[in-house]
């Protein structure tokens, strides 16, 4: 068989089944090898970062490794936004992408981009296959390096030749790579100092992040909690590793954190990261952060221990194995006057949806939807003030149910992988929201959506703003609101209609829960319910950029009106 | 301890294209200073030896242990901070020497133990060997004659003793 039947048929022999991508001159050999194919789809997304964030949600939705396809040149750096996305937040993701072919490499020739170059800083690794031969082993180093250790994405780049040429097909059984091994070996002696040090602290807090989700540590961080009654506070992507409706959740801490999450964190004595990587936007000020406590640092990735904040106790591992660990070793505690102390601030600072009349309201929007599945959905979230009132108001119960782009805060991402998703979860109801601004960077995903009758329901938040651009501007630069107004618009229902998707729209808030209802009875093709948002509702609590809690801003501002 | 020094670094990488740019890329962008870079063949084909000159404090070393150690075609990482190594550089000076500075200029050759290996009518090319600080010496020395040209290899080192940097 030819390099790009080899490429095909190591893929299916490696358990991928679909791809995300868009062909082009060069992938031509590519996509003839999966003409006809029964056994790997492929999904023809309409713009390659649309392909790059597909292939993100249905890894983050499936835990399975997400695959996208792109030509060379312009197809292959439309993909770079999506791999950074993915490297950000370790998402594992292959992504393959076809190359001019080896004799025109180096020549500036018709289209082609130096992928392998490009990607280098946002890939985990990546691969320029010169030899047919290597391609068997190189698709299975790339998926093994893509799913294990800290995940995150991987690019092989494949000149038209190689695709041609001929090879001796044998599927590839092993991987082993000199420089790899992402096996670690808990060291148990961490594990009784852990223990300890957790048995002799009074105000421990958790604090968790996307590395539980990843590593399925739901249970043990779960079991954890209950038996200390150690209080749990989550990152953005750490939403769903424990239940958020637990009495132990206090949510999300960090810039738009809940107040008592973050008051929790600032007075702890104590704080036990697990799978998280104390990121600029959970921290704030670094020397103000967590200033009275010893800090405990359960992580895959040993790189990250002492990045920025430095630890006590480091235990390198595996979050889900660590945690089955320590959970015998820990002594059972009860109640103490500490996590009376919390609850009060739970209460005195509890999240409070606003009412204003019949004007719908985002957080309400939100609310109600979180009321209406119970958590049984797969939620995914743009980025912006949509992404934040929804980690504050959505109440994620599993993970797995909640994607949203964490690092590098990618505007774009959410409708593309709402889309992977429901691929990858076809019973599952899927939920993607998004603000006007956004939806519009990624909307042409709304034909293959259609095309492969995916029920996604799209909640779009229109506020006819770039919201937290205007939040910033009106709370820190005097209401000079330069390049944020988007009020010229298309009329999103009527659009949602002429892809031959259902468009609602919902003006009052009291329609809000029977537009869900209808939105649920659509079940074969996407559903988009405008929501006409009040235009300058902002996100509290908030804390700004590099500062600490003392600068927490729970509600609006009195001075702001 | 928060105060910027060198530290000498041995990475064993893949012999393979691109593995160069790996690693100077991934010290670029996390801003790590590179003060020299020295790479070439082991006498493994398969592999390749780099040893890099950082300065940055403590914290600063570590993260570029641990980022360096992340990259997959990179088979080791060892850190020369606290091992006893021999280290050595080589730096060809094309110094001007006319014949009223040749004779002083032989002597200070001599004395660091340097050789001429090209000699013009007007100028003397020399080779010397020796830690960063003897090639440092030379070339402050040499400088009132007028050095033309320098080129310096970067540093080279290994632990002392039996101990290899192959893990």
Redo the contacts between chains.
Sequence with gaps: MNGANALIQSLVDQGVNMVFGIPGGVMIPIYDAMYGRKDLKNMLMRHEQGAAHAAEGYSRATGKVGVCFATSGPGATNLVTGLANAHMDSIPMLAVTAQVRTTALGKDSFQEADITGITMPVTKHNYLVKDVNDLPRVVAEALYIARTGRPGPVLIDIPMDVSLAEIDYQPIKDVNIRGYSPRVDIDESKIDEAARVIDESERPVIYVGGGVVTSGASEELTRLSEKTHILVANTLLGKGAIDENHPHSLGMLGMHGTAYANHAVHECDLLIAIGARFDDRVTGKLAAFARKAKVIHIDIDPAEIDKTVSVDVAVMGDCREVLAKLVDKVKARKETDWNKQIMQWKSEYALQCPADGDVVLPQCVIAKLSEFTKGEAIVVTDVGQNQMFSALFYKAVKPRRWLSSGGLGTMGYGFPASIGAQVGCPDMPVFVICGDGGFQMTLQELAPAVEHKLPIKIVLLNNGYLGMVRQWQELFWNKRYSGVDISVQPDFKMLAEAYGAVGLRVTKASEIGAAFEKAMEVNDRPTLIEFRTSPEENVFPMIPAGQSIEEMMVNRPRSEG | MRRPMQHTITVL??NK??VL??VS?LFA?RGFNIESLAVSITDDPTVSRMTIVVTGDD?TL??IN??T???????NVVDYSEIPIVERELALIKVSANTDDRAAIMQIVDIFRAKIIDISESSFTIEVTGGIDKVDAIEELLRPYGIMEVVRTGKIAMARGSHTAMA
């Design positions: 990488v893949e294209p691109g740019a790996r890329g962008r914290s570590d993260q641990k980022q150690w992340k990259l997959i075609d990179v088979i």
